[in-house]
């Protein structure tokens, strides 16, 4: 069996519109209805493009000069999707789609699209969309946000986007990127709908259409049969799909041009005028095994693999050329080596294109500032009584941290046009812990509105949104929750400036309530005190601030990042103390803050001190910072010893340089960190002062157990306490 299959389906199709050799539709009924020639002619030529970039690409691969061989061959069918959807028709697209992006990057003139796609392939620092960072299907001004190897995580986006079209118009947002009449398409494989990513975006679309919400798009479910080397059970597609309230379902022949094309168009009249989602079920195949690693002959028989070749995709055209006349078997062969030629002259100039070399290179694009307009100015304070209602008298008394972030928010609201508050509860009830409540009365339902019980789907409609012009402040109920749904941000939101040189962003403020001391709340989905997931992820920012005063500082900051430079910020929220009022004693309202004044902010990086003792800096945030105030007081008070708290309150960007300067010539450096020790803030914090503070203190960190947390009584088993911290100091002291 010859196991190099893509010289075999190279040869097959030259040999087989030679002798005239084509097979049979898989139609019962021959589409008859009449398309313009030229059309099918397009089609078919960037049928042919697509092919001969699979092709090329896996030779070039074993010169060392390719990297990515994932082809979409078997998939060349969907290039009529490139053609019969605008240009504006924002599309998230699956990893084969090749033909997709040429067929839609050629119907705009200038676009070079052969050579971008080979820049692509190549890795070359000149790729146009991710500068050489991944192959990917991408173009700013053909509005396809680039994706990397997609399986399902890109599905919530592209439902989010959908919802965010009509709202935006509805809202006369002035800043929406999508025309009001426009609608999304997203593809993906059929293995894809596993995927919990997948489900999480079905049930969002259909639950949101269910209540009246308009989502335009298409899900094209490009279906070949198989997901790597797992079969994809017979006639499973259509019987999970076909049946589903609200959502139509169309089914039609990848293989067939004709077909794709009827069906194509009825799929897009019907989503654009009905702004409801609609299932586009491609059935296809899959040519050259799954990527050019895999050796298809270990899971299909040399039957099985030859049934698929005699199916080619461009076989099924060609037949279709020759029966209409639009091509002889002479041109269609010679058409194919001249466009083997074209194509490899390309890839071989792109190849020797610039590639990154150094990390800095790499590095350019985590952050991308996508210098937008400065935001809005501050509403007037009549505007500001409007929105506050009866509570714009209450801005000067001093309130806790629950309070001043409603403060916030209603500010944020009023300030930015296209903010957008969302997630569980968050709207009637007003949160779990009444953060939003008030909100939605104030700025309706449109802009303040609940979200299914799905965090997936909260960060998914957050970037999709985002994409839209909107300023997503999205909630994920519980620290602990946000586990459910983790790639959405490491996967999707952190990696779009770097895999698109800052062409697209998703600016967003994702806030969650989290982190320990709460008694009444037990077990590792509601007390979880690790932030270690957001750590390793680049570019993003991380707040925690320790008050309501530093709270709306930072919020006003993550706001405006996100509006002007397209950030994304995790504001994570101690709920232990969003109902603190007191400090030292009861009654001594030392944690209650005034409303600040609407420009106040607190920049990145900054983080507050208190004391000036030089005997001991306690380095902390969050429920540290507020313990290690207590344990401060009390170690000068009982015990005549003075030190300074740093409450650090951005995670992310810190600034090393300013933290080691305010620690300064301090003997002694304790590390109070609330979070488990394992993977901690804290143990990066050790090694940063050990190796910048040239006159070597002693360095200890008081970190939480390596445990989760238990109910009642016990929640601060495993935790810093007042005690302990006073403990641990007086030891270093000592």
């Known amino acids: 069996m010859e196991f190099n299959r893509a010289k075999v389906v190279d040869k097959n199709f030259t040999a087989a519109i030679t002798e005239g050799r084509f097979p049979t539709s898989r139609l019962r009924a021959e589409a008859t209805y009449h398309y313009n020639d030229d059309l099918l002619a397009g089609l078919f030529e960037a049928q042919i493009i697509s092919r001969q970039f699979d092709l090329k690409a896996r030779e070039m691969k074993e010169r060392d000069a390719c990297f990515y061989t994932i082809g979409s061959s078997g998939h060349e069918g969907n290039c009529v999707f490139g053609r019969l959807f605008r240009s504006d028709d924002m599309a998230f697209l699956h990893y084969r789609s090749a033909a997709f992006f040429i067929e839609r990057t050629r119907k705009s003139p200038g676009r ?30 053909m509005a396809m946000p680039p994706q990397t190897s997609t399986v399902a995580s890109h599905i ?58 308009p989502v335009p798009i298409v899900f094209l479910c490009e279906d070949n049969g198989v997901g790597i080397s797992v079969e994809t059970p017979s006639n499973w597609i259509e019987s999970t799909y076909s049946g ?54 270990t899971y299909h028989s040399q039957q099985e693999i030859e049934m698929a070749e005699m199916n080619d995709p461009l076989l099924h055209s060609a037949r279709i050329m020759r029966e209409r006349n639009i091509m002889s078997t002479e041109e269609m062969a010679a058409l194919y080596e001249s466009l083997r030629q074209q194509v490899s002259a390309v890839f071989e100039h792109a190849s020797s294109r610039p590639k990154l070399k150094t990390a800095e290179d790499v590095m ?89 019980l799905d965090e997936t789907s909260i960060i998914g409609t ?55 001391y ?53 504001f994570v929220e101690p709920i232990a103390l969003y109902m603190t009022k007191d400090l030292f004693e009861n009654g001594d309202r030392g944690w209650s803050f005034t409303y600040p004044d609407p420009d106040d902010k607190i920049e990145l990086g900054t983080f507050a001190a208190y004391g000036t003792g030089r005997n001991l800096t306690i380095v902390t945030y969050g429920n540290g910072a507020y ?45 109070v960190e609330e979070c488990r020790r394992t ?15 040239a006159h070597h203190p002693v360095i200890q960190l008081h970190a939480a157990e390596d445990s989760f947390i238990p109910l009642g009584v016990a929640a601060t088993a495993t935790l810093p306490t007042k005690e302990t911290i006073l403990t641990t100091a007086l030891e270093i002291l000592s």
């Open 112 to 141: 070079t699209p052969l050579y971008d796609l080979a820049l692509s392939f190549v890795s070359s620092s000149e790729d146009p969309i991710a500068g050489g960072r991944h192959k990917v299907f991408g173009s700013s001004e």
């Open 156 to 213: 919530p986006k592209a439902v989010g986007a959908a919802i965010s079209i009509d709202r935006a118009a509805a809202l006369n947002l002035e800043d929406r990127i999508l025309d009001d009449d426009s609608i999304i398409i997203c593809s993906f494989g059929d293995a894809s709908l596993n995927h919990a990513a997948a489900l999480s975006a079905f049930n969002t679309a259909l639950w949101g259409s269910h209540h009246g919400v």
């Open 244 to 297: 589903r309230t609200g959502l139509q379902y169309i089914q039609c022949d990848g293989l067939h041009l004709i077909d794709l094309l009827e069906k194509g168009t009825a799929a897009e009249l019907s989503v654009r005028r009905n702004r409801k989602p609609i299932f586009l079920h491609m059935k296809t195949v899959r040519l050259l095994g799954h990527a050019g690693s895999d050796i298809e002959s």
């Open 364 to 452: 350019t694009t985590i952050l991308s500032p996508r210098g937008g307009s400065d935001s809005p100015t501050v509403p007037s304070e009549q505007e500001r009584k409007k929105c506050f209602g009866k509570e714009f008298s209450r801005l000067g008394e001093p309130q806790h941290m629950a309070k001043l972030i409603n403060y916030t928010l209603t500010d944020l609201l009023a300030r930015y046009p296209g903010a957008v508050v969302f997630g569980e509860d968050v709207g009637r009830k007003g949160g779990v812990y009444h953060v939003t409540a008030g909100l939605q009365k104030a700025f309706g339902p449109r802009r303040v509105f609940d979200s299914p």
């Open 462 to 516: 957050a970037i999709g949104m985002a994409h839209n012009g909107f300023l997503p402040i999205a909630e994920i109920q519980f620290l602990a929750y946000f586990h459910n749904a983790e790639d959405q941000l490491r996967g999707e939101a952190a990696t779009l400036p770097f895999f698109s040189q800052g062409q697209f962003v998703n600016p967003m403020i994702l806030r969650i309530p989290g982190l320990a």
């Open 518 to 570: 709460q008694k009444g709340f037990g077990g590792h989905f509601h007390n979880d005190n690790s932030l270690a997931v957001f750590r390793d992820i680049p570019g993003i920012i991380i707040a925690c601030p320790s008050n309501g005063a530093d709270a709306v500082g930072m919020l006003r900051t993550a706001a405006r990042e996100a509006y002007e430079n397209g950030r994304v910020t995790v």
């Open 627 to 671: 313990l290690s105030r207590q344990a401060a007081a009390e170690l000068e008070a009982k015990h005549r010893k003075k030190c300074k708290v740093i409450d650090l309150r951005w995670l992310a960007p810190m600034n090393e340089e300013n933290l080691v300067k305010a620690v300064g010539k301090s003997a002694n450096i304790l590390i």
């Open 679 to 693: 993977g901690s803030l804290g143990e990066a914090l050790v090694g940063l002062f050990a190796q910048r503070c």
